[in-house]
Each structure stands twice: as structure tokens, then as C-alpha cells.
């Protein structure tokens, strides 16, 4: 079940937010890009009243927090501040898998830290394939976070890039992948941002800019 704790943040309290954040939590936001995110957000539902088109991990060095995501060209990591600054929505999402902090957890959490580190570089999965050796967003999630048989916590489904409301493809996502000059993945196993916030492991915190 997934819980929604919400803080408002007073302005000028920026360590007051930056208290709550735990190293290998999972944050959100909806970026904004026009027609082709619109389209990724009618595609990946999230529960009601959420939207999200991007996430990313959380990683402290010493007591600074960045931002391990998939983004641009290649994944990268930047302070968690310049991560907030680039969403215009007033709201900041958290997505925490609590039994990670456990004593336990940690044997996984470190892992997972150092794997998303380790692919910093890699190249930006622009077709929204997992398999290949390029990485978009939630990929990057999916395959850092995997327990001690290998199996990643959350689950791929098949991807659809078709209107709920039709069920013919968004022409933001026909003129997307033709650009790339490969067929429109439907059905092709996949994951997004939503569907990690979604997922029964992830406990996430609403935070009130």
C-alpha cells in the first residue's frame, strides 16, 4: 500500500526538506516538455491525483545530497537542489522503501548506491528499451534495486504508448519514435516512474515547496 505523508516546507527552510531525505530514496517530479510529456503521463498512470514523468536516486557524500538519474545524454548525478529548482510543480515527491534502512536492508541498500553510481555515464536510453546498454530513468531504478537472487523489487508490464481514451498511439509518441527511426514499442515489457511510486514496497512523502 502506498502512503502519502505531506509536509509543508516554511519558505527559507530548505534543511528542514533536506532532513527528511534518507540516502537510496527515490525521488520524483514532472518535468515539463511539452506534448511528449503529456503523452508519458497519460500512459503511466499514477494513483489518482499524482503525475510523474522522471526520477531518480538519492545519494549522500558526507552530508550533501545529489541526485543519481537518467537524464539528457547519460545518467549523472547532481545536488538534489538543482534537481528541485528544475521542476516547476510546487510539489516534490519521495518515494522511500523503509525496510532499506533497516539494518538489514542496508545490505542491499549499499549495493544498490554503488551499482547507480558505477553507471554513471552510461548513455540515455532515448528508445525506452531495458535489455540494451543504455538506461532511461526508472530503468535505472529497476535495475539498481534488486534483492540478494539478483530479481529487481519492481516488476516490468507491458508498455503502451496509446491513448486511453482512442486507443490509437499519441501523435507525440509516433513522431518520437519515428524520428529515432524504430517501431513503437508496444507491448514490450517495461517500467516508469509511476509505476515505482505505485509499487506496494514504496512509502511516499509529499513535500510543500
Given amino acids: 500500500m502506498v502512503l502519502v505523508c505531506v509536509y509543508t516546507i516554511p519558505a527559507g527552510a530548505q534543511s528542514d526538506y533536506l532532513q527528511k531525505l534518507r540516502e537510496g530514496d527515490i525521488i520524483f517530479q514532472k518535468l515539463p516538455c511539452g506534448g511528449l510529456c503529456d503523452a508519458i503521463i497519460a500512459t503511466t498512470p499514477c494513483k489518482p491525483g499524482l503525475a510523474f514523468n522522471h526520477c531518480g536516486i538519492v545519494h549522500f557524500e558526507g552530508d550533501k545530497p545529489y541526485v543519481i538519474e537518467a537524464i539528457g545524454k547519460a545518467v549523472q548525478q547532481i545536488p538534489v537542489a538543482a534537481f528541485v529548482r528544475r521542476d516547476t510543480e510546487q510539489v516534490i515527491y519521495i518515494g522511500r522503501i523503509s525496510w532499506l534502512m533497516t539494518s538489514n536492508g542496508a545490505k542491499m541498500l549499499r549495493p544498490a548506491i554503488e551499482k547507480a553510481k558505477q553507471y554513471i555515464g552510461t548513455p540515455y536510453d532515448d528508445a525506452f528499451l531495458p535489455g540494451d546498454k543504455a538506461l532511461y530513468c526508472s530503468e535505472l531504478v529497476w535495475e539498481c534495486y534488486r534483492n540478494e537472487e539478483g530479481k529487481s523489487l519492481f516488476s516490468l508490464a507491458p508498455m503502451t504508448f496509446k491513448s486511453p481514451n482512442t486507443g490509437t498511439t499519441f501523435p507525440a509518441w509516433e513522431a518520437y519514435y ?24 514504496v512509502e511516499l512523502m509529499e513535500f510543500r515547496k
Fill in 178 to 201: 519515428r524520428e529515432l527511426g524504430v517501431a513503437v514499442p508496444e507491448g514490450v515489457p517495461g517500467i516508469n516512474p509511476c509505476a515505482i511510486a505505485n509499487a506496494d514496497i
